[in-house]
Antibody, heavy 117, light 111 residues
């Protein structure tokens, strides 16, 4: 059964960094890109970035380019997103999703990140 | 990239058809055959219901259909059912270094 399993809730102080993990199972991890999408409370979906686990190639939404770091570990089939210099606007549910061609066919359950002093 | 524009809400009665629009630019919606649509229930992960402008993933009801004209894509839900009450988002490939952009989202109410 194909699945993306994400790490649990994170609570961080403003200015800190957070790392979210996304473990893939049930398919060949290096065949498809991993995308990161977030959703602030009561707001819409926002595409953040994507990574090709095979080549390491990355793409970013411009507003996250200088704060997002993405990695993948093919030995553990895990993708990670690090978001730095957190502020209250980064409080959101963060999803990883598999890119199957041009759309996102498999989603993680989401990781809630709360930024609060 | 600015978010694609969708109506905030659309409503219909059971059995009716509704259409949701998604307006972008020639740099995203109008430039590629890569618009997808997602259904999301509150607190849940989104689910793909349309990809490549008009295609349905396996297992998705044929009550859902996609189309496009110029820089605007459309999602039509026919034979509206109570279970269709959810938020719907369009998403388009936006070129560049394989980047994407979502729509602002539409809440569908079945009255």
């Amino acid at each position: 059964q194909m699945q993306l399993a994400q790490s649990a809730i994170e609570v961080k102080r403003p200015g800190a960094s957070v790392t979210i993990s996304c473990k893939a199972s049930g398919y060949t991890f290096t065949n498809d890109h991993i995308h990161w999408v977030r959703q602030a409370p009561g707001q819409g979906l926002e595409w953040m970035a994507r990574i090709d686990p095979k080549s390491g190639d990355r793409g970013f939404a411009q507003r996250f380019q200088d704060r997002v770091t993405m990695t993948t570990d093919t030995s553990t089939t895990t993708a990670r997103l690090e978001l730095s210099r957190l502020n209250s606007d980064d409080t959101a549910l963060y999803f990883c999703a598999r890119g199957l061609g041009s759309y996102f066919d498999l989603w993680g359950q989401g990781t809630l990140v709360t930024v609060s002093s | 990239q600015s978010a694609l524009t969708q109506p905030a809400s659309v409503s219909g009665s059971p059995g009716q058809s509704i259409t949701i629009s998604c307006t972008g630019t020639s740099s995203n919606v109008g430039g590629y055959k890569f618009v997808s649509w997602y259904q999301q229930y509150a607190g849940k992960a989104p689910k793909a219901i349309i990809y490549a402008d008009t295609e349905r993933p396996s297992g998705i009801s044929d009550r859902f259909s996609g189309s496009k004209s110029g820089n605007t894509a459309f999602l039509t839900i026919s034979g509206l059912e109570v279970e269709d009450e959810a938020d719907y988002y369009c998403c388009s490939f936006a070129g560049g270094h394989l980047t994407y952009v979502f729509g602002t989202g539409t809440n569908v109410a079945v009255l």
